[in-house]
């Protein structure tokens, strides 16, 4: 292949990353052809985004490079997303994610988490009130935003869910943005202010 052709597949490549991400299968020249692997790389990092391209993970995922990016930002870009999304996403990243990138189990291992698991761990973490306990349609559609954004992927006839392409966009410094923005669902500190000023 020419340097001429090189060029004109990894402009190809660059627009279809373009939405975040793809199947590696279908870029399966990306992972033979160094060369076309490093322009690729070049002209995403021109314009200020990354290539990911972890062993877990099943796609090529394209992010805004970490000093481009910020929480702010990350909010901007997901206004859909309101604080319980948020949370969800950490809680999801931890039992999906996680235990793959601190050497737990195996990164050829496929993390999933149930429907029920999520309801019955932390569903109450959602509820609207101490009196008000979360219903399952309401965990359901706090799931479902999530699906639409690409964070997690529900496979029906199981009904379980797996880390999407999104989760694999999130900074380390993104993570613990959303972990402090997390904190009142997660633990209640905005009820814990108001018992205390009582």
């Known amino acids: ?18 939405y975040g991400w793809v199947e590696r299968e ?10 076309l692997y490093r322009t690729v790389q070049d002209r995403l990092n021109w314009i200020g985004l990354e290539l990911i391209d972890r062993p877990e993970c099943p796609w090529y995922v394209v992010r805004v490079k970490q000093e481009h990016d910020s929480f702010m930002q990350f909010r901007r870009r997901n206004q859909s997303l309101k604080g319980a999304h948020l949370a969800l ?38 509820a609207r009130s101490p009196k008000i306990p979360t219903s399952k349609k309401r965990m359901e559609s706090f799931l479902g935003v999530l699906i639409t954004q690409g964070f997690i992927i529900k496979k029906r006839a199981e009904n379980i869910y797996l880390a999407g392409p999104s989760m694999y966009m999130l900074h380390e ?26």
């Not at 402090?180 to 997660?186: F, I, R, V």
């Open 89 to 126: 996403i950490l809680i999801l990243f931890a039992k999906l994610l996680l235990p793959k990138r601190v050497g737990q189990v195996n990164h050829n291992q496929t993390l999933t988490i149930s429907f029920e698991e999520i309801y019955e761990k932390y569903g109450h973490k959602f």
């Open 26 to 35: 279908e870029l399966s020249n990306l992972a033979k052809d160094a060369l």
């Open 173 to 198: 410094d993104l993570l613990t943005d959303l972990a402090k923005a997390s904190l009142e669902t997660l633990f209640g500190f905005g009820i814990y202010k108001e018992n205390i000023t009582k």
């Open 1 to 18: 292949m020419s340097i001429i052709d090189i060029e004109e597949e990894a402009k190809i490549i660059c627009t279809r990353l373009y």
